[in-house]
């Protein structure tokens, strides 16, 4: 997980999400591309996901972490935050596919 901050002074948390191979669960409902992973960028006020992506963001800037975040789309928000997500790398909750 890593934090940045924008050009126009937003606060983002950026973290990856994957499944577990090792785990019996069917992503088959996730949207094309979601199947690998992605990264989940979240702010105070904003979600966005980000399906494909460099293997060494961790590594990344934030000049570098904001470009990304250009490439990312939109998501919904629940009232958690960071919860729908997981950070740890292994494991992810599907994502929220309400339209609040």
């Known amino acids: 997980m890593k934090t940045f901050r924008d050009a126009s002074g937003t606060d983002w948390t950026v973290f990856e999400v994957r499944r577990n ?3 019996q669960n069917d992503w088959s409902y996730l949207p ?5 992973g992605w990264l989940c960028f979240e702010s105070a006020t904003a979600k ?4 494909r ?3 060494h963001w961790r590594e990344f800037d934030a000049g570098e972490l904001e470009r990304l975040l250009g490439d990312a789309l939109p998501a919904p928000r629940t009232p958690q935050r960071l919860g729908d997500d997981l ?3 292994d494991q992810a909750s599907p994502p929220d596919t309400r339209t609040d």
Do not use: H
Request: aromatic share 12%; hydrophobic share 20%; proline share 6%.
């Open 21 to 23: 191979v090792d785990a």
């Open 32 to 36: 094309s591309g979601f199947s690998d």
């Open 48 to 51: 966005k996901r980000l399906t």
């Open 53 to 55: 992506y460099p293997e």
């Open 87 to 89: 950070s740890s790398g």
